[in-house]
């Protein structure tokens, strides 16, 4: 935009620019934040290191703490990877997708995954352009909410394998939506 117009020296431009990392929408745009926004993110951060390092401790204690924090919170990961692999999952519809997303998600991800197989259910697909594009519909549209969106633009692209849908739920939580995953199907 600067060279566009011709702005190069236009100092709030430029200093704004230089500052485009705490733009916390625009910056963290298409990054995967599980489930929270960029500010929900901080605040838990702050929220797990205070509770495990005191206000007003020297760095030596920090450092030492912050290190006791990753090692529970990797245990506390490896833990639940094994209780995935042991526990095993019940599969529903034995399609080939939830087969998969059995092997890649776990244990709580994939029950997750089953609730999004689920409403998909509830789904009828309009083909806007074959192969390519498809609205997913609500069947129970008129009995929904006024302010409930109904209908869901699904694009397909074949040669790469992708499923974008508008509801974004997939770059922003990482979990495939029930509308892709009607198209899927």
């Given at each position: 935009m600067l060279d566009k117009h011709g702005l190069q020296k236009n100092t709030f431009l430029t200093q704004i620019y230089e500052t485009r990392m705490k733009w916390a929408k625009p910056y963290f745009m298409n990054v995967f934040c599980a489930k929270m926004t960029s500010t929900q993110r901080s605040k838990s951060a702050n929220h797990l290191l205070k509770g495990y390092v005191p206000p007003g401790s020297p760095m030596h204690l920090f450092v030492r703490q912050y290190e006791k924090m990753q090692f529970d919170r990797d245990s506390e990961e490896s833990y639940q990877?094994?209780?995935?692999?042991?526990?095993?999952?019940?599969?529903?519809q034995n399609?080939?997708?939830?087969?998969h997303a059995s092997k890649i998600y776990t244990r709580a991800m994939f029950e997750n995954f089953g609730e999004m197989l689920y409403e998909g259910g509830s789904y009828v697909l309009v083909e806007v352009v074959p192969r390519r594009e498809y609205i997913a519909r609500h069947v129970k549209k008129d009995s929904q909410d006024k302010w409930c969106k109904n209908e869901f633009l699904v694009q397909v692209n074949e040669l790469a394998d992708e499923y974008k849908c508008e509801c974004e739920m997939f770059g922003h939580f990482g979990m495939v939506c029930s509308h892709a995953l009607k198209v899927m199907i």
């Open positions: 990877e094994k209780r995935t692999k042991l526990g095993g999952v019940v599969l529903a399609l080939p997708i939830e087969i």
